[in-house]
């Protein structure tokens, strides 16, 4: 009897211990249910915070860009420039938002960079704006597409006069001939000397009380004009050089005499070199537009071969120049995007846009201004803008813009040139080739000599042109007003 109560009692112990234990389980069962319900609900409201703080740094930002965008334009740079602007100015704003009036341990990150856009929109540039907002480390990553579009204003044309210059010029030496009408401030009683009755200058424009100071009026076709106000040559806009780290180039090599590398944005090569017979391709990919301006700075450059620029916008090389005579190789070619040969009659002189920068050199210093000579076996199909440079022209084969601030521009070649334009308010253009250079001669001096030498004035639309200078309405050309427009894709979650 006394076995079978003992055995009882174990039993009934035995049965109080697992029921405690059932129900210790059972309770820490619903005791981490409602922890991880807890912890669910806080991720899940973590999430959806994440989410808006992402959402308003977005519109913060798209806001603070639209402002920087519509300030920047307002001032009517030119558009290659005013994007490279808009990147400077906004590597300034903090990529790092953070958010003192809430409970919350929470910030975003922002990044604003190039993006390919929508071949529904080719007239404007895209950039995509990533924000990732984060709270109590929980993360979620939005982005928007924003494309932009942009016009400058300014005259319809860029100059309305075959020769400009501040202080006279010589014209139909040899029978050389002028076609269009001319204009000169006659600075320091300086003349404009025509010396042909071959020429066909149908008009001149001096300054008032100036009419004496031309010889040989009869030979102008309609009249001499007085006009009471000077022309204004205004100051050549250089380009504006991004402060963000460029895309670094790594070395080429040429394979069967080839070799290509990519500009998409901001690049930096070291050295550029190409033997005689290599030819380089710049690929300039497919973001942006016809118009836009892709730079790639070199420190070096020792090159005898072929350039080739290829894809979507314009390549702007940029090359600081020292001292001395820059001589490329004999054989140096640049053509655009052309197929087979190079040589073309009518060339695109935007495609290659060679920027010569002289940081080493005083304005007004002129015996220490380098030179840049192409010789009589190179093609130059591209525009030149250079510093203080002087610049000859041998080559029958250069086609395309010159805009400097040197001493001297001596054309020597035999080239036929179509809408171009020669801008070099401070130094004196010598033509003296059987060159046809038909468009725009800005100088401070000028002369013409040759009897087969033929300057005819063109209108050269400014569209066309790839450099900044804001030329002031002339008798022939109209103010056209700038334009801008921002478009914007839908917000996109980034998560995977």
């Not at 004035?457 to 103010?479: G, L």
């Not at 801008?484 to 917000?491: A, F, K, L, N, S």
Request: charged share 15%; with cysteine.
């Amino acid at each position: 009897m006394i076995k079978v109560l003992k055995e009882k009692r174990g039993i009934a112990l035995l049965t109080v211990m697992l029921t405690f234990l059932s129900l210790f389980i059972l309770l820490s069962a619903i005791v981490s249910m409602s922890i991880n319900n807890a912890d669910n609900t806080i991720t899940t409201n973590n999430y959806s915070k994440a989410y808006y703080v992402a959402e308003s740094s977005l519109n913060k930002r798209l806001a603070e860009i639209d402002t920087i965008f519509t300030t920047l334009a307002e001032s009517n740079p030119n558009p290659s420039d005013l994007f490279t602007l808009l990147e400077n100015q906004f590597s300034t704003l903090p990529s790092l938002l953070t958010f003192d009036q809430t409970s919350d341990n929470d910030s975003a990150s922002l990044s604003f960079i190039a993006s390919e856009g929508t071949y529904e929109y080719p007239n404007y540039v895209f950039y995509k704006l990533v924000v990732t907002g984060t709270v109590n480390g929980v993360s979620r990553t939005l982005s928007k597409e924003i494309g932009f579009s942009y016009t400058q204003g300014g005259p319809g044309l860029i100059i309305g006069k075959a020769v400009l210059t501040q202080r006279g010029m010589i014209i139909g030496s040899q029978n050389s001939t002028v076609v269009g009408p001319i204009a000169s401030n006659l600075l320091d009683n300086t003349t404009i000397d025509i010396r042909s009755t071959q020429t066909q200058v149908s008009m001149a424009f001096v300054p008032t009380g100036k009419t004496s100071f031309v010889s040989n009026p009869t030979r102008i076709g309609n009249r001499i004009t007085e006009v009471a106000s000077p022309f204004i040559f205004p100051v050549i806009n250089y380009p504006v050089i991004p402060t963000s780290s460029p895309t670094l180039i790594s070395p080429y090599t040429f394979v069967s005499n080839k070799a290509t590398i990519n500009v998409f944005g901001h690049s930096y090569l070291d050295t550029m070199t190409i033997a005689q017979g290599q030819t380089l391709v710049i690929n300039l990919g497919t973001k942006g537009t016809s118009g836009t301006r892709k730079m790639l700075r070199v420190k070096d450059i020792n090159v005898s071969g072929n350039i080739r620029v290829i894809g979507t916008g314009r390549l702007l090389l940029v090359f600081e120049y020292g001292k001395g005579t820059l001589t490329m190789g004999s054989k140096f070619n640049v053509c655009g995007d052309t197929v087979g040969s190079c040589v073309t009659a009518d060339p695109d002189y935007t495609k290659f846009l060679f920027y010569l920068k002289t940081p080493y050199v005083t304005t007004g210093d002129l015996a220490n201004y380098p030179k840049l000579v192409f010789s009589n076996l190179q093609l130059f199909y591209g525009s030149l803008l250079a510093e203080q440079v002087d610049v000859e022209v041998k080559s029958d084969n250069f086609k395309g813009h010159i805009v400097t601030s040197g001493n001297t521009v001596n054309f020597s070649a035999n080239a036929v040139i179509k809408k171009a334009l020669f801008y070099a308010p401070f130094a004196t253009i010598t033509i003296d080739s059987n060159a046809v250079l038909t468009g725009s001669l800005v100088a401070n001096y000028f002369t013409i000599s040759n009897p087969q030498t033929m300057v005819t004035y063109v209108e050269v639309d400014k569209e066309t042109f790839p450099f900044s200078i804001d030329f002031p309405t002339t008798s022939t050309s109209n103010y056209v007003p700038g334009s801008i427009d921002i478009i914007e894709g839908p917000v996109q979650e980034n998560n995977p």
